[in-house]
């Protein structure tokens, strides 16, 4: 399967299920931001690899990023320098002020950070901005499920942190879930694609689990023997470099015994043929909703 088609099926979901790749929707808003700050105000952009889809649809994200930046901007003098950025699970929370990493750790966050670049600090953080505003962007933020966190940086300047909660899948009232894996076991992860392997891995690091990875027969028995009993699910593609998934699969039994099998392939079920062991198949190419729930099948979670 091409990066192109899983990337397409990735798009699909997230417009189906309310979910949104928080990077894809910082950027495609890009030049609405560069407005928002006008002639008087630079904009900067670093966002994380660290991040994937959260549980926001993808028009009020951008509804919820466009209202932040508007809040920053109205801080900065000619001049001042508004910087947005995305953050993850795994990258160092925004100065010492910032909310406990119990808040943080389960959320994805955007930053807006406004740089006065040498103006002398004329505000404090008590006073630059009004209740009412402060109130209005808590609520925009409430109402997809996120917080609002107010930062006192140097000087006058400040930070807006959007803490926005990760998309697993969906529950009974319709919302997304968010779910961060908690002491359930590694997952190997074998695939010759590269690009293939890169965003299947990403999306089961955005969402808590811990993940290796090998591209052939070689790799993924090196990889085994060193995690050992560590490794509580495989998930490897059916047709590999020389070897096929199952025979594969076979040889991994000794030093991953309890590690149950996710087998995944292009091919459609009818020729994949019988599946041993109570394994579990998922065809390409698959959205990202579709890969998450099987493997929280696999290796349950704790929902948050």
Same mark, same amino acid.
């Given at each position: 399967?091409?990066?192109?088609? /899983?990337?397409?099926? /990735? ?20 030049? *609405?931001?560069?407005r928002v700050a006008g002639h008087y ?75 006065? /670049? ?18 209005d962007l808590e609520d925009l933020l ?27 899948? *969906? ?57 050992? *009993? ?9 047709? /590999? ?64």
């Open positions: 399967m091409s990066s192109v088609a /899983l990337a397409g099926r /990735l798009h699909s979901a997230q417009s189906e299920d309310c979910c949104s790749d928080l990077n894809q929707v910082v950027a495609r808003v890009e030049q *609405s931001i560069a105000v630079g904009v900067q952009f670093s966002l994380s690899p660290n991040v994937a889809l959260v549980a926001v649809a993808p028009a009020e994200l951008e509804r919820a990023v466009l209202g932040l930046c508007a809040g920053a901007c109205s801080m900065l003098s000619p001049g001042g320098r508004l910087v947005v950025e995305t953050r993850g699970m795994s990258d160092a929370p925004v100065g010492a002020a910032s909310a406990p990493a119990a808040v943080t750790e389960a959320r994805a966050r955007v930053v807006i950070r406004t740089e006065q /670049l040498g103006h002398p600090a004329q505000r404090d953080l008590t006073h630059a901005y009004s209740e009412v505003a402060i109130a409430r109402r997809v499920g996120g917080e609002l966190e107010l930062v006192q940086l140097a000087d006058s300047d400040l930070a807006f942190v959007a803490h926005l909660p990760y998309a697993l899948a *969906s529950n009974s009232s319709g919302r997304m879930a968010i779910a961060v894996a908690q002491g359930v076991g590694a997952i190997l992860l074998v695939e010759d694609e590269p690009q293939v392997q890169a965003v299947t891995a990403r999306i089961l690091r955005a969402f808590g689990y811990s993940v290796v990875t090998a591209h052939n027969e070689r790799t993924a028995l090196a990889q085994a023997e060193q995690h050992g *009993s560590a490794i509580g699910l495989v998930v490897s593609d059916l047709v /590999l470099p020389g070897v096929s998934g199952k025979d594969l699969v076979r040889r991994l039994r000794k030093p991953c015994e309890h590690a149950q099998i996710l087998y995944i392939s292009g091919y459609s079920p009818d020729h994949v043929g019988a599946l041993a062991d109570g394994a579990r198949f998922l065809r390409k190419p698959f959205t990202a909703q579709e890969l998450l729930a099987i493997v929280r099948e696999l290796l349950p979670v704790i929902a948050g």
